[in-house]
């Protein structure tokens, strides 16, 4: 609440009284490093000196011999950013194994998780590659490449921004009013879907999907399925809040963040749910890791060598936990699968089967993501298929079903382009009709605005909000 009301109005009457793109950017910094701080401070020394590696990292690799230093210092400049995110996110990990594998005495230190830690350092490894490759020039100025880092509208939660992408708006700002229009409608709309579909949807999720593994083993087969139907939900709208309201907010200041998510539930295969979920994400590892190891220009072996190197990266990038990294995995077999066994079979398949088979095979993939805990997955996974011995369903359950069986209607709409489309068609009718024309007028005003109270009467009445990606 007060960052909707305090925070953001502060932030918006700066750029709007401020005139020049030097001056705006100056404001912005100062509150996205404020924002960053606020849970913790002393992150914000960490995030200063990635930004600060980068920085100069950049500037010598443009002027280094791209045949000569020039790859010495770029791996010297990635490889610091990597093990600074290996040393705050994985050593915990690494040497909880080692622990559990050989059994040494305690080694484990107490690191807490920087917030938005993977996405800033992915941003900053696809700033300076792309300085190597000829793709954008350095900056020459330290603390713009810290704003770049830092901005707040997307620092913690995404999507991940290319340099190249918001380079000119950085240095050229310019706001327009539809654009602010839009941006603001945005922002409102991404806040309810975060606060009251997301968070309703949690609030059901986490009555079936269970952290205590005796109360997990006593959950019925359908009762596992409602809470990873509900679970599937939640992830989508949660995530793709936080992209709708960054973009919304970039618009606002007249900068332009590319789309993160494209209904991916609507998907007819694997790879094209991979086209339309975390697009800055996917596309990272396409760019950076993918196509660099090879892509699919040689040979089968190697192109599902350089698939699981892929996928194991991506599930171990959401998380220092095993579960991600089974989760990763599982969606690079059946990538694979997909591409070497299937050979477009599924393609000739009628759509609502191609589609429905997609639905079934995510909405597994997200009981793995959610249990971090192995023996806490295995239960709830043996409780999907009955075979924990509570039966197929129970009371309760059909209770919980039944009271939110509307609730839930609307958020699987919200995972849909339904409003979207209506919203297109009452604009193309307005065109045509004065009456329509009015009517959409108004629903442009008041949409928004019913939205914000929404959310607002959501977050000032339920102090449950949980925050997903916080191990990112």
Known sequence: ????????????????????PRAKNIAMLVFS????????????????GMSLICWAGALIIERADPDGMGPFWLTLTVGLCLAILCIFKYLGFILQNIKDIFGVPELIPAIALPIGISFYTFQLISYVVDVYRGEVEAQRSYWMVLLYASLFHQCIAGPIVRYKDVREDLLWRRTKPTEVSEGVSRF????????????????????????????????????????????????????????????GMGLMCGLHYRENFDYPYLSGSIKEFWR?????????FRDYVYIPLGGSRCGELRQLFNLFV?????????????????????FGLLLAAERFLLGGVQERLPGPVRHGGV????????????????????TAVRGLFGL????????????LFTNNVYFLCLAAAACTPLGRMAHTMLRNLGRRNE??????????????????????MALVGDSYNPFLYFQF
């Open 1 to 20: 609440m007060l960052f909707v009301f305090a925070f953001l109005p502060a932030n918006l009457l700066s750029q709007a009284l401020l005139k020049s």
């Open 33 to 48: 490093l404020v924002f960053y701080s606020w849970a913790g401070p002393r992150y914000l020394l960490l995030l200063a």
């Open 188 to 247: 409102a709309v991404g806040l309810a879907k975060k606060a009251v579909l997301a968070n309703g949807c949690a609030a059901i999720a986490d009555q079936l999907l269970l952290t205590d593994a005796g109360a997990m083993a006593s959950v019925p087969a359908m009762g596992v399925l409602l809470g990873a139907v509900v679970f599937t939900m939640q992830i989508y709208l949660d995530f793709s809040a936080y992209s709708d309201m960054a973009i």
């Open 276 to 284: 339309r979920w975390h697009i800055s994400l996917g596309s990272f």
């Open 310 to 330: 892929v996928w194991f990266l991506t599930g171990l990038w959401h998380g220092a936990s095993w579960n991600f990294i089974l989760w990763g995995l599982y």
């Open 359 to 378: 639905l079934v095979l995510v909405t597994f993939s997200w009981i793995i993501f959610k249990f971090t805990d192995m023996a806490l997955l295995g």
């Open 388 to 399: 924990n011995g509570n039966g197929f369903t129970s009371g309760a359950v059909k209770l």
């Open 435 to 456: 009456a329509f024309y009015c009517v959409s007028a108004v629903w442009d005003v008041i949409y928004p605005a019913a939205c914000l109270i929404l959310a607002a």
